[in-house]
Nanobody, 122 residues
Framework: VQLQASGGGLVQEGGSLRLSCAHSGRSFSPYALGWFRQAPGMEREFVAAIDYEAVVTRYSDSVKGRFTITRDNLKNTITLQMNVLKPEDTAVYYC????????????????WGQGTQVTVSS
């Protein structure tokens, strides 16, 4: 599975951004998709994940209630709507695929996309 992320940028604190990830390629079974982020000097951390049917979603505690992950299998894309952004949300954001949302949350990822920079100014 190939993944291509886009939509990052610079936004002021309290603002919003929407990230998109286009996915393509063959898989023998339905797969979940998700987002991670990595701030300078920090480890990559889980942000959100969504299952193939777009029924199950998971979020990290730090973004729950502010970020929303959605999936459109007809367009082969997922989006991450980020609202009420904070300076601590500044990071490179990566999309990822894995067997389930639980596996992605646990860091068991099959494919990574390239990162897109999100910068939140205070």
């Amino acid at each position: 599975v190939q993944l291509q992320a886009s939509g990052g940028g610079l936004v002021q604190e309290g603002g919003s951004l929407r990230l998109s990830c286009a996915h393509s390629g063959r898989s023998f079974s339905p797969y979940a998709l998700g987002w991670f982020r990595q701030a300078p000097g920090m480890e990559r951390e889980f942000v959100a994940a969504i299952d193939y049917e777009a029924v199950v979603t998971r979020y990290s505690d730090s973004v729950k209630g502010r970020f929303t992950i959605t999936r459109d299998n007809l367009k082969n894309t997922i989006t991450l709507q980020m609202n009420v952004l904070k300076p601590e949300d500044t990071a490179v954001y990566y999309c990822a695929s894995g067997p389930t949302t639980e596996s992605i949350k646990g860091g068991r990822v099959n494919s990574w996309g390239q990162g897109t920079q999100v910068t939140v100014s205070s």
